[in-house]
């Protein structure tokens, strides 16, 4: 889940995050919450790992009603991705409103970036803000609890892609320290070239696999979802010819070169 689910207004608030200070109630004067309030009581709740009751302030609420007790779990790893790349610091600057929506601006402070200004849009709904916009609140709507799984999906997919071509840099690397000779993914991961993280599935929602030839003199690479329709639904395959990717239902994409 970045860190981060592929929704631009998720992504955009996560990094957009509000200071905890003076909010000692979570959703006090819930009748009256400004958009500020709003956006600062949505982040207090993801930082502190309340999930559902973040969720419920935002467009986001008609998905995570939704889900079963044992879906919310099987997502909670992604909810902890988001809350853990909250920066600690940021200052509340400024609000607009224009009739049924608003503007909430903030600044983030993170010592190892430059301080930057982040707009958190935000919709009039029943009388109460809540974050998100018109847009998203449509298609978050449709998907209902569906949502967050297909950002999931998404986002792994984006994510395997760059994943191939870091793999890719790796062999380049790894062979110039080694004679001209590739190296499998347990060798890539002991040279620090790629995550340990691709040694299992938790965090990136697949399967790697690096095929050496006899010689070690070239190589190919493939990725498969641990669980299809739930952490992915292409699989990958990475050749001399570049990254392809299909739904073969989990299963490895058929187009593979052969490694004598």
């Not at 609000?95 to 707009?119: L, Y």
């Not at 691709?198 to 990136?204: I, V």
């Not at 990725?223 to 570049?242: C, V």
């Amino acid at each position: 889940m970045p860190t981060a689910f592929n929704s631009r207004i998720l992504v955009a608030a996560l990094c957009a995050v509000l200071g905890l200070a003076g909010t000692n109630l979570l959703f006090a004067n819930q009748g009256k919450r400004s958009p500020s309030d709003t956006v600062r009581d949505f982040y207090k709740a993801m930082r502190e790992r309340r999930f559902r009751e973040a969720f419920a302030i935002s467009i986001y609420k008609p998905a995570i009603e939704a889900l079963t007790q044992q879906e919310f779990e099987d997502l909670r790893p992604d909810f902890e991705r988001l809350a853990s790349a909250i920066p600690e610091k940021v200052d509340l600057t400024g609000e607009q409103i224009s009739g049924n929506a608003a503007t909430v601006f903030v600044r983030v402070k993170d010592e190892d970036k430059p301080e930057q200004a982040e707009p958190v849009s935000l919709i009039l709904l029943d009388g109460q803000w809540i974050v998100g916009d018109l847009e998203n609140q449509e298609i978050v709507k449709k998907a209902g609890k569906e949502f967050f799984f297909k950002a999931r999906i998404d986002t792994h997919h984006t994510e395997v892609q760059d994943m191939m071509r870091r793999i890719a840099l790796a062999q380049v690397v790894y062979s110039q320290q080694h004679n001209g000779q590739f190296g499998d993914l347990a060798a890539l991961i002991a040279g620090g070239l790629i995550p340990k993280d691709l040694e299992g599935t938790a965090t990136t929602g697949y399967r790697f696999r690096v095929n050496l030839s006899a010689d070690k003199k070239s190589w190919n690479a493939a990725a498969e979802p641990a669980e299809y329709g739930r952490t992915g639904k292409l699989s990958f395959f990475m050749d001399a010819s570049g990254v392809r990717s299909g739904d073969v239902a989990g299963k490895p994409l058929p187009l593979q070169s052969a490694i004598p």
